[in-house]
Every structure is written in structure tokens, then in C-alpha cells.
């Protein structure tokens, strides 16, 4: 069965960084999409950023010049490497596989048990 298994997460200061990594297995890893969502306290889920099986990335404005996606078809794992935290970015980080829709990603069917940020001020 696919299995997606995120790690990396943890309690960081203000202006720290952090790199999630999630596994995936049970897939054709380079024939899927992947990307991170994030669900704050008291808010709904959000895409964060999606990356093509293609390479292709896509980063939600909010964090755009602080986070970077990336992946690593060989070890079949997908990266957020989370630079200047802040915050507003403390969150339970979700590995998902999503769709691509008429020009935007939307959430697919697998998840991961999340990985919580927290960053403290």
C-alpha cells in the first residue's frame, strides 16, 4: 500500500531553518506529483508548495523567498527546506500527493501522519 512518511520537523526559534523530508512508498515516485501542506492551529489546511514529476515547483506566495521544494526520484523522497521561520509558520506539515487541475494543484488521495513545526519568537 503507499505509505508517506514525513520527518524533519521539530521546535525552532525566529529566523531558524528546518528541512521536512517525506518518504513515499507503494508508488511510481516519478510519475507523481508531491507537495507539502501545512494546517495552522485554528485554520484550514493550505497548499504550501507542489513540485511536477516533471521538476516543475510551485510556492504559495506567503513563504515564496523562505521555502524551497525539491525531490529526489532515486531515494523516492520529496523535500521543503524552510528557511527564516516565523511564527505564523508553526503548523502540523503534511506530504500529499496532489493533482494537477486546470492550472493549479489540488489535494490527492495519500497523506502522511504529519510532522509538527513549531516556531517560537
Known amino acids: 500500500q503507499v505509505q508517506l512518511v514525513e520527518s524533519g520537523g521539530g521546535l525552532v526559534q525566529a529566523g531558524g531553518s528546518l528541512r521536512l523530508s517525506c518518504a513515499a512508498s507503494?508508488?511510481?515516485?516519478?510519475?507523481?506529483?508531491m507537495g507539502w501542506y501545512r494546517r495552522a492551529p485554528g485554520k484550514q489546511r493550505e497548499l504550501v508548495a507542489a513540485i511536477s514529476s516533471g521538476g516543475i515547483t510551485k510556492v504559495v506566495d506567503s513563504v515564496k523567498d523562505r521555502f524551497t521544494i525539491s525531490r529526489d526520484n532515486a531515494l523516492n523522497t520529496v523535500y521543503l527546506q524552510m528557511n527564516n521561520l516565523k511564527p505564523e509558520d508553526t503548523a502540523v506539515y503534511y506530504c500529499?500527493?496532489?493533482?494537477?487541475?486546470?492550472?493549479?494543484?489540488?489535494?490527492?488521495?495519500?497523506w502522511g501522519q504529519g510532522t509538527q513545526v513549531t516556531v517560537s519568537s
Open positions: 500529499n500527493n496532489p493533482k494537477y487541475y486546470f492550472g493549479r494543484f489540488a489535494p490527492g488521495t495519500y
Open positions: 507503494g508508488i511510481i515516485f516519478s510519475s507523481v506529483h
